[in-house]
């Protein structure tokens, strides 16, 4: 589907959303492309492998999407992966993996997290979404299992292979709670009430919890949520840093960021 | 399970399903296993009129590398049927291909190739 100038949506939050979901698959596909060839277990790098292929996949059917909408009109160079200069991933995938565990921890975490929108999407108005989600939330039951062994696998190790999968876990988990958006988030409310997808943030994120906190807690990884017995929902047990969050790229400002004009602290490695 | 797809061995030439199309793009491979686009349950959909055909085609999954190759592969092979003078290719994602997908040949090809199916 490709769209012409007179036929194209105008839906800001559709397209800032579509553009974040494929920026986020391109980034991880490419990190993930590192461990096809450095895996712990001969096994695990041909799962990398062909999980880089699919998170590329996904990335590659999202992108053209973007062709469809008025906004692209504002700079044609942001539709496609070769010529967009924007980054709408997290900031987590702007440098390469430290180890393994941060590998298992993005899909786990992160990618466990555009599929629970894709989840959302199933139903969406939206017909080239709707297509699409249920495709990769097939795909996605695949790297699920992946990661859910993966991240049994290192919490039973204990010591240091533990400790690193904790590490990587913490790392991750607030920019991936956010990516939601704030409960009141109006991009992610507006694909709700237009019905693009079947929950508001505060909804997804709470779904999002249900599906990680149980395995986490059997392994008996403490990480920052609890169950509200009154709502029956899991929910975030601090308050997240919005003051880092950048709305239009749907990712945190590093903690370490400074403001522009001053060096960031270390370089950035982009994916 | 196993899916069922036209072919002039159960349709007359002139049925609307298009068998000899169905039958043309069973001579189309993919390009990683030796089984047909049609029996790998690839074509979701096939329509020809006034020399067009209309393709809906779908994949194993969003990220096969082989789309290209496998499309140009169906265009080439359509345009050496009579009449047809030209092809468009839609690729949808609905339905999800799985394995109710497979012909009952598809399936056998599959596992003569040591691939559960």
């Given at each position: 589907m490709t769209g012409t100038a007179a036929a194209r949506i105008d839906n800001a939050a559709l397209f800032a959303v579509l553009a974040s979901l494929a920026d986020n698959k391109q980034a991880m596909g490419r990190r993930y492309a590192y461990w096809a060839?450095?895996?712990?277990?001969l096994e695990a790098a041909v799962a990398a492998a062909a999980m880089t292929q699919d998170e590329i996949g996904h990335a590659r059917t999202l992108y053209?999407?973007?062709?469809?909408?008025?906004?692209?009109?504002?700079?044609?160079?942001?539709?496609?992966p070769e010529t967009r200069t924007l980054r709408y991933h997290?900031?987590?995938?702007?440098?390469?993996?430290?180890?393994?565990s941060d590998f298992v921890a993005t899909n786990f975490l992160l990618d466990g997290a555009l599929t629970t929108f894709f989840e959302a999407a199933?139903?969406?108005?939206y017909e080239p979404l709707r297509q699409r989600a249920r495709k990769i939330v097939q795909e996605e039951q695949v790297h699920r299992a992946h990661a859910e062994g993966w991240v049994r696998r290192l919490a039973r190790a204990g010591g240091a292979v533990r400790q690193a999968l904790v590490s990587s876990l913490q790392r991750l988990w607030e920019e991936t709670l956010c990516w939601f958006g704030p409960d009141d988030d109006p991009v992610m409310g507006q694909l709700y009430r237009d019905g693009?997808?079947?929950?508001p943030p505060a909804e997804l994120r709470s779904r999002y919890l249900q599906h990680v906190i149980p395995l986490l807690e059997g392994l008996a990884i403490e990480m920052p949520a609890r169950f509200d017995?009154?709502?029956?929902r899991w929910l975030p047990k601090q308050a997240l840093p919005w003051e880092r969050w950048e709305a239009d790229s749907r990712r945190l400002r590093p903690a370490s960021y400074q403001a522009p004009g001053q060096a960031l602290a270390g370089g950035e490695d982009q994916p | 399970m196993t899916a069922v797809y036209p072919s002039l061995r159960t349709h007359p030439a002139d049925d609307p399903s298009c068998p000899a199309l169905w039958d043309a793009l069973r001579e189309v491979t993919d390009p990683e296993i030796p089984i047909s686009v049609v029996d790998m349950g690839l074509i979701v959909d096939l329509k020809q009129r006034d020399g067009v055909v209309n393709v809906k085609l779908t994949f194993?999954?969003?990220?096969?590398?082989?789309m290209d190759f496998i499309m140009d592969d169906i265009r080439e092979r359509l345009l050496?049927?009579?009449?047809?003078r030209s092809v468009r290719i839609e690729v949808v994602w609905d339905p999800v291909w799985s394995k109710?997908?497979?012909s009952e040949e598809g399936i056998e090809l599959m596992r003569t190739w040591g691939i559960s199916a």
């Open positions: 060839n450095g895996a712990p277990a053209p999407l973007l062709e469809d909408f008025a906004q692209a009109a504002t700079d044609p160079r942001q539709v496609a997290l900031a987590f995938l702007d440098r390469e993996f430290a180890g393994w199933q139903h969406s108005a693009f997808i079947d929950a017995p009154e709502s029956k | 194993t999954a969003l990220g096969c590398p082989a050496r049927e009579p009449g047809v109710e997908r497979l």
